[in-house]
C-alpha cells in the first residue's frame, strides 16, 4: 500500500521561505517520477515541479528560479524548497507520485498534469501573506 504524507506547510510573509516535505512509504518503483502540485480556491490543481528516479526536475514557470525540488532515496523523502513566497503562492499542496513514469520524447521528462500520477497525499496548506 502506498502511501504519501506531506509535512511543512504553514503561514508566512510574502519573501518567506518554507521547506515541503513528503514521506513515502510502501514505493518500490525503480523507475518513476515525483511531482508537487498546488490547488488554490476555485482553480485548477497545477504542477509546480517533478523530479524523476535519475533525478532529473521540470517547473512550472511560475516557481521556476524560486522553487526547488529534491530527494532523498535514503529516506524516502521528496522536498520542495520554496524560496521568495508570494502571496500568490497560496494553496495547498499536495505531492504525488506516478510508478509509470518517466516518458520520452526526444529525452526523457515527467508530466505536470494530474492526470498519470496514481498516488497522492493528502495535502499541506501554504498561505502567504503580503
Known amino acids: 500500500q502506498v502511501q504519501l504524507v506531506e509535512s511543512g506547510g504553514g503561514s508566512v510573509q510574502s519573501g518567506g521561505s518554507l521547506r515541503l516535505s513528503c514521506a513515502a512509504s510502501g514505493y518500490t518503483y525503480s523507475s518513476y517520477c515525483m511531482g508537487w502540485f498546488r490547488q488554490a480556491p476555485g482553480k485548477e490543481r497545477e504542477g509546480i515541479a517533478s523530479i524523476d528516479n535519475d533525478g532529473s526536475t521540470g517547473y512550472a514557470d511560475s516557481v521556476k528560479g524560486r522553487f526547488t525540488i529534491s530527494q532523498d532515496n535514503a529516506k524516502n523523502t521528496l522536498y520542495l524548497q520554496m524560496n521568495s513566497l508570494k502571496p500568490e503562492d497560496t494553496a495547498m499542496y499536495y505531492c504525488?507520485?506516478?510508478?509509470?513514469?518517466?516518458?520520452?520524447?526526444?529525452?526523457?521528462?515527467?508530466?505536470?498534469?494530474?492526470?498519470?500520477?496514481?498516488?497522492w497525499g493528502q495535502g499541506t496548506q501554504v498561505t502567504v501573506s503580503s
Open positions: 504525488a507520485a506516478d510508478p509509470e513514469g518517466p516518458y520520452y520524447s526526444d529525452g526523457y521528462y515527467c508530466l505536470h498534469t494530474p492526470v498519470g500520477y496514481k498516488y
